[in-house]
């Protein structure tokens, strides 16, 4: 998948008040998607089943309005969440949103930009000289829907005229052209999620693949963005440190060593939420989610998740900073966890 073209869109009226809100629904009815208005809260359509109504949602765009007065922290990657989109049309069994979107994972844009980057503004006064970070991927992936809202073009536009703040965001997705040419001052740093491809055949659905975001990534550099690469989630399994090694032999065919990347590396973990959906909807996935085999930890949220051992996080650790530094000597990690 390129882009999302979503099957059904639920669009909130006020939505319609804001100027993405009436052009988004100018540029829907012209493709011909089905629209349906609604008021205050989302409408509840039921396809029968828990998995009936995830994929449904998962094809469906809702357009509305972003009401909450606070953006939630966003550690270890930024200050701050941006919130612009949420959600994602792609389909990986592991994927950190099942915590939180549960049975209804819709898409949902935010079309009242101009009111989100106020607030952005007042955070970033408040934090002067201290530089402040955001994050446009937290809970969504949005360059799926880039081609629809123009968000993030318009994110990168107006962060460029902050020295005290950064943006940066993450994706799987490739639809990146329109963002090439934006004025950006560096200011925006675009991250590219990849796996080896055991994990990405196996457990990533509707997303293009490695080599597709490598090319991607190449593109975005070449555009003068700082540019890095998110490894997640690390996954242990039989000859992973081949599969891992692969990896890296493709980053090499695609970046130059010579280029100041950062990486962020995050091993797999799990909810306990996110594994009753995952058996749920995935009934048959492979994706490791035995417990005993894990450590409990509280995060930052307030939930509790699964990650690795100790030894086999230090070993984790190890083998991925060797690599790096190996391929990339001047990259930087920015964290593990
Ligand atoms: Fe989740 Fe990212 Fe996959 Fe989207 S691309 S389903 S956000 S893991």
Redesign the pocket.
Known sequence: MLYFVPKLVLMNRQALEYPMGSRLMKCLQKEGIQIRLFDKKVPVISRGSFTKDFFFAKQTMVVTVWRRREFQTCRPSAHYQLPLVS??????E????NTNLGRRPFIKVYVNLEEIFARAEQYIKERKPELTLFEG?AT??PV?VERWTGSLQKAIEYFARFEEARFRFV???IDIDSLLGVEHKGHTEIRF?INCDYVVERF?K??PSNRERLEAARKVMEAGYPTGFLIGPIMIFDRWREEYGKLFEMLKEYMPRDTSLTFELITHRFTPRAKTIIRQVYPRTEVPLDESKRKFKFGQFGYGKYIYMDDDMTELKDYFSSQITRVFPKAKILYFV
Do not use: H, N, R
């Not at 959600?87 to 990986?92: A, H, K, L, N, Q």
């Not at 592991?94 to 949103?97: A, D, G, H, M």
């Open positions: 959600g994602c049309p792609g389909i990986c592991y994927c950190y949103l991927a969504s992936d799926a994706t799987k997705f999620s990533e509707l997303v």
